[in-house]
Structures are given as structure tokens and as C-alpha cells.
């Protein structure tokens, strides 16, 4: 009897720690609940008839990282072979664009807008120009830990984009 009653008291001992770990986690804003790093669950580019395609095809990995400052910072890409003068100036045409079309990197500052869950990324600077100095809206949702967000236009030129990021564990 007495085994009986610490068993059912540590069971509600612990369904008490869960239920306040879920309420502590609900009166976290959003922004609290974003900082930290993230991977790359998947990244497609939905093109303007519907078609869905990889983005980055199959083989390649990234990570954004949300800092509790405001700051961001994010790359994704696939792999890229070496180029063979050693040199990052001195590539060739094609090592070149294989490079720029293997990947994409980008800083700046973020902000959460908590009623409409938009993420907004400021961009200083990003390897494809035609996003440095720009501010993108990204319509967002965050369960547990998996965060995915929409790209109005993709930086392939062709449809939008859908991201799903995993936290980085």
C-alpha cells in the first residue's frame, strides 16, 4: 500500500513538472522561443504552376542561428567541389558559378511580429546581392521544435519558398 502511494504521488509529481514546463513555454514570446540554432529540414521551392522541387537538391545541410540580441545569421548549400587553382579569387567561370548557385549565406537583424507571426529579416549582407540592404517577411510557425517559414520569392528566381527548420541539437 504505501509503494503504491509514493508511486502515484511521483506520478503526479511529474505530470505537475510537465504541465508547468508547457505553461512556462506558452508565456515565452516568440521571440524567446526562436533564439538559438537551427537546421535545415528542408528547403523547396514551390514554382508558380505548383510544382514542388528541392531547392538545394539532395545532399546538402545549413544552419540559422537567432541570436537574443536581434541578429541572424543563416547558410544553406549543397556540396561544392574544390576549385582547383586554391584561390577563391582566382576560380574559374564555371567553379564560379557553381559556387554561387551551390549555396547562400546571409546576416542581418530580425524581428518577431507576435500578432501576424511574421519573421522579418533585415539583411545586411547576403552572397546573393540582389538581397543585401533588403527587408523580407516571412510568414511563420513554430511547434515545438521544428520552425517553418515561407520565402515570397525565391532567390532562384523561379516561384516561392518553403523552409523547415529543426532545432539544432
Known sequence: MYRRSILGVSAIAAGLVLLS??????????KEQIVG????ASADTIRPDGSRVPTWGANYSGLVIFGADGR???????DIPKFASNSRVNGTADENKAAVAGGIALFGRY????????LTYNIE???????SG???????????DELKYAVPAASA???RAEVVLRRAR
Do not use: C, H
Request: zero cysteines; glycine letters at 8%.
Open 21 to 30: 514546463n508547457s505553461v512556462v513555454a506558452q508565456q515565452r514570446s516568440l
Open 37 to 40: 540554432s537551427w537546421t535545415y
Open 72 to 78: 541572424f545569421v543563416s547558410f544553406i548549400g549543397r
Open 111 to 118: 524581428s518577431i511580429n507576435e500578432a501576424d507571426k511574421t
Open 125 to 131: 549582407r547576403s552572397s546573393f546581392p540582389n538581397w
Open 134 to 144: 533588403t527587408e523580407q517577411k516571412r510568414p511563420f510557425t513554430l511547434v515545438g
Open 157 to 159: 528566381g523561379d516561384g
